[in-house]
């Protein structure tokens, strides 16, 4: 059975079975795509469990001729790399469409874009060629565009256009590299052609070491230093995530940014190998930028879902810091901290908005002892605010101490790292000081009387929330659950990076 | 003696019964204009229409073509041709299909319009099959003048009007400018045909002369498919022009003055080395110039205009890396270009139909009442940006491509940069139709029937062309492997 085109393309197919709603069954439409998310979440757990841990090899490969006279050919298959993120990305949109219940207006446009991002997100994780690969990672773009520009806050065109040049910039620069990389695939009597095979590429290494690899690297990386988002580039995060319906955020923190780092483990550390070795250092440089000065940011912000963006871009900072140390154990701690971010970070999304749609404010001054009046609420945004500080016990330590682990005794070059992740524990100690302080801010104290009404959450959210709270804490006791997953395929990357363990 | 001429005309005009079929689609036209009364004149518009399908389906067997001279080397049939004759005629039956609900054109108007339409068909036709000096210089001008007719057909419309004669005088001057690039060729060959010209070449090489008559040349050219800096005509008569023929304009005529300049160099020059950089930063300024006005204009029609401006810096970057990627690019892209091209204005005229405006602010509203139609005209607009799934990505994809493969890597990064800026202008005409607040369209957008063919079979060929191009890709090979032999250095 194909079961990753089955997963891929199963919310499209629930995207134009919407387009086909009457007009007005608006209930219909949201059934219909909680319906065929979950079916797609059953789906992304029955590989998550029939998955082979014990070997790097590509599983559940799909493989077809597409455009012979252009070496395309549709190509899927699941290794280490990318098992995890194919899980978390379907569970993630199940929770968001149930979320996305109370959205009222144009309810079957939204839900088309919806599953077509879905789509769009899930093929990403699962080709292997570069079109494809490509066609996928480009058409995420425009739902997201719609799903802010539409549905988004009093900004929303200006966020929805800065979100779409700049992701599209990053990507037309990152096509450019993949068809350097494309011509640099040699022609040979049994490839008559040039191959787009991201596979067969990273056996191949076309380019010399040296100049050649160091260019295209650049262009790739922008790509994707643009999504995750690595400090210059982040600047349409907070607006985007600002903006955006509570829903899209979720997705947007949850998946979208995590396609920048999976698309350096998957295409630069591959194909590349010799061009990250060499970029490691300002990687490492980069990552510490985006920790410090995303936890001090953050710190700063007086709208709490801005507050949660910019924690964003510091807990991609950790990711990135486990993955410029091009060790196992970083390596491994940064896929898991790519799986944690998104659950953890995924879930306060979810509670802000839980607290925007009541108070229609998200002014962090503005609240003061929600404790007493949503007692439940208070205790689940307390209990995930720890986890993205990195408590042990919860998700975010694990995956936390991971990265800075890995950091810590990197080979590639030992003083400069350890100076480097010394000092990005400083992030940690901020990152705890903003969350800290908003909890106080806004949970302690007296109540502010302007929020005496204020209910606490509904069965949806309940239903949104709850389970990434389960799975934090359960990956915070168990994280092998999920970190064992990538170890055999890190282990070949590492071996093929050629690094000192 | 006297037997041989007429067997060898015969022969000829056997090999170009798709032309000799549109000519009397003319005269059939002029007939029924006279026999038909007013009020059933737009049944002229269908006979046409149904003229070319049947032209159609008479070039289809031009794809099959080895390649073959006829009138003493003047014409050459092969699927070179046949290629750029099919986009001419597809885009003569959409502009004849748009120009049923056109409003402003007037009933007893309608018979001189189609015969018009007709006859440059037929010139455009055999411009594409030009394979001497004096044919090419020949088609080109019937093609012009009959264009400034109908760039001006709007007779009581000033900007009509103001079109008509910018594209006449720019026209008739890049005319005299050809004929004196021509007569360098002519005057250091003494052949005017491609066949004569390459055994000169062959013989004797390239010298600087005949560089400087072909650059010469190139401003005819320039002038024709609008490249920067012989554009300046291109917005106006665009916007003057009855919409339909803005289409036709943009579309065919274009295709055809990109088959000429294709056909031309590759068959009197050997390697662009010696021109290659004039030509790949006329590509350069072409896109950028046409991206960067582009970004102010708030007509629909001169947008359109300065993002096809655009476009023919694309087809261009592929024609500078000249390999037969780089024209297989050139074909490919062309062939997206027609149908992205053309279901944008089949959106304009039926957008036009409804508010009788061409301001894309006057699209404001227009997803809230019908949201399945602007998300179809979105798909076009990201076609034109270049973005997957769609023909433009894959066309710019191959362009690209031709540009790195021959080391043109600076073109290659202008033209992603200008990919973004390109969106930018699509996404506004987005930003109207979806996220602008004071509504202006309260009514869902009625396609009526001609129109709804046009803009589904375009959005059908769109898809195709990127998902399924795999037919394509092997016409284009074995059409360009055929232009390309052993007097070529790549």
Known sequence: ?501 | MTGVIPVEMLQGLLALTPEVFVLCLAFLVIAADILLPVKSKRLILDIAAFGFVFALILTLGNLRQQGAYYFYNAIIVDSFAGFFKIIILVSAIFMLMMSRDYKPLEDNKIGEYTSLVVLVTLGMMLMSGASDLLMLFLSVEFVSITFFVLVGFLRKDMKSGEGAVKYFLLGAFSSAVFVYGASFIVGITGASSFLSIQKYIIANGVSPLFIIGLIIMLVGFGFKIALVPFHMWAPDAYEGAPTPVTAFLSVASKSAGVAVLVRTFLAILPENANVNLILAVLAAITMTVGNLVAITQNNVKRLLAYSGIAHVGYIMMGFVAYGLLGVESVLIYTLAYLFTNMGAFAFAIAIYNKTGSDDIRDYAGLSVVSPGLSFVFFVFLLSLAGVPPTAGFFGKLMVLGAAIEAHYVWLAVIGVLNSVIALYFYARIAYYMYFAKEIKITEPLKLSRPLNIIIYSSLFMILCICILPEQFLLLATRTVKLLIGSFHAF
């Not at chain 1, 205790?379 to 682990?405: D, K």
């Not at chain 1, 909890?439 to 239903?463: A, C, H, S």
């Open chain 1, 1 to 501: 059975m194909p079961i990753l085109t089955l997963i891929t393309f199963l919310p499209l197919v629930g995207a134009i079975v919407i387009l086909f709603a009457p007009k007005g069954k608006d209930n219909l439409v949201r059934w219909v795509s909680a319906v065929v998310t979950f079916l797609t979440m059953v789906l992304g757990f029955y590989v998550f469990f029939t998955f082979n841990r014990g070997t790097a090899d590509l599983q559940f490969v799909e493989r077809a001729a597409w455009i012979p006279s252009f070496g395309i050919s549709y190509f899927m298959g699941l290794d280490g790399l990318s098992m995890a993120m194919l899980v978390l990305t379907p569970f993630l949109s199940f929770l968001a469409a149930v979320y996305s219940f109370n959205i009222k207006e144009r309810v079957k446009e939204y839900f088309f874009f919806f599953l077509l991002l879905e789509t769009g997100m899930i093929g990403v994780f699962v080709a292997l060629d570069f079109f494809l690969f490509y066609i996928f990672w480009e058409i995420t773009l425009v739902p997201m565009y719609f799903l802010i520009g539409i549905w988004g806050g009093p900004r929303k065109e200006y966020a929805a256009i800065k979100f779409f040049l700049y992701t599209l910039f990053g990507s037309v620069v990152m096509l450019l590299g993949i068809l350097a990389l494309y011509l640099s695939s040699p022609i040979t009597a049994a490839n008559p052609t040039h191959t787009f095979d991201i596979i067969e590429l990273s056996k191949i290494h076309g380019l010399t070491p040296g100049f050649q690899q160091y260019i295209v690297y650049a262009a790739l990386f922008l790509g994707f230093a643009i999504k995750v988002p690595i400090f210059p580039f982040h600047t349409w995060l907070p607006d985007a995530h600002v903006e955006a319906p509570t829903a899209v955020s979720v997705i947007l923190a949850g998946v979208l940014l995590k396609m920048g780092t999976y698309g350096l483990l998957r295409i630069s550390y591959t194909i590349l190998p010799e061009a990250t070795k060499y970029f490691a250092i300002p990687l490492l440089i980069l990552a510490f930028i985006n920790i410090v000065y995303g936890a001090f940011v953050a710190m700063a912000q007086k709208d709490l879902k801005k507050m949660i963006a910019y924690s964003s871009v510091n807990h991609m900072g950790y990711c990135l810091l486990g993955m410029a140390a091009l060790s196992t154990v970083g390596l491994n701690g940064a896929i898991l901290q790519m799986v944690t971010h998104g659950i953890i970070t995924g879930a306060l999304f979810f509670l802000v908005g839980v607290i925007y749609d009541r108070a229609h404010t998200r002014d962090i001054e503005g609240f003061g002892g929600l404790m007493t009046k949503m007692p439940v609420y208070a205790g689940i945004m307390i209990l995930t605010c720890l986890g993205s500080l990195g408590l042990p016990g919860l998700a975010g330590f694990v995956s936390e101490f991971m990265c800075f682990s890995g950091a810590f005794s990197s080979t590639v070059n030992p003083v400069v790292f350890k100076i480097f992740t010394g000092l990005s524990v400083a992030g940690l100690v901020i990152t705890a000081a903003y969350f800290l302080i908003m909890i106080q801010k806004v949970f302690m104290g007296p109540l502010n009387p302007k929020w005496k009404d204020l209910p606490d959450m509904t069965v949806r959210e309940y239903i949104a929330i709850v389970p990434l709270i389960v799975l934090m804490l359960l990956l915070g006791v168990m994280p092998l659950i999920a970190s064992g997953i990538s170890v055999e395929s890190v282990n070949s990357l590492v071996a093929l990076l050629g690094v000192k363990i």
